[in-house]
Nanobody, 131 residues
Framework: QLQLVESGGGLVQPGGSLRLSCAASGFTLDYYAIGWFRQAPGKEREGVSCIGSRGGSTNYADSDKGRFAISRDNAKNTVYLQIDSLKPEDTAVYYC????????????????????????WGQGTQVTVSS
């Protein structure tokens, strides 16, 4: 069974950090670009970041540049999203998704917001930033 599982979310104070993980089972991530999305209550799901299949290319939403860092360890079949200097507006459910291509959809400098471009999705992990 092909599956993506996110973990690492939780309740954190403003200014804190989290590292989210996206682990794949039932398939290898080697041939997939992986994107992170988030969806806040009452809002559309938006692209946060994406990393190419070999990790050589990454992109980030403009609002997140400098605070977010995406990485991958294909040997562990896992992709990570490090989030620093967390803000209350980062509160959302964070999802990872697999795109069956070496390169990320969207532009070289901005991840796609188009969920239909991704083939597999995780169930999401809640991130809540509050004091």
């Amino acid at each position: 069974q092909l599956q993506l599982v996110e973990s690492g979310g939780g309740l954190v104070q403003p200014g804190g950090s989290l590292r989210l993980s996206c682990a794949a089972s039932g398939f290898t991530l080697d041939y997939y670009a992986i994107g992170w999305f988030r969806q806040a209550p009452g809002k559309e799901r938006e692209g946060v970041s994406c990393i190419g299949s070999r990790g050589g290319s990454t992109n980030y939403a403009d609002s997140d540049k400098g605070r977010f860092a995406i990485s991958r360890d294909n040997a562990k079949n896992t992709v990570y999203l490090q989030i620093d200097s967390l803000k209350p507006e980062d509160t959302a459910v964070y999802y990872c998704a697999a795109h069956k291509s070496k390169t990320c959809p969207g532009t070289p400098t901005h991840p796609s917001d188009l969920t239909y471009e991704y083939d597999y999705w995780g169930q999401g992990t809640q991130v809540t930033v509050s004091s």
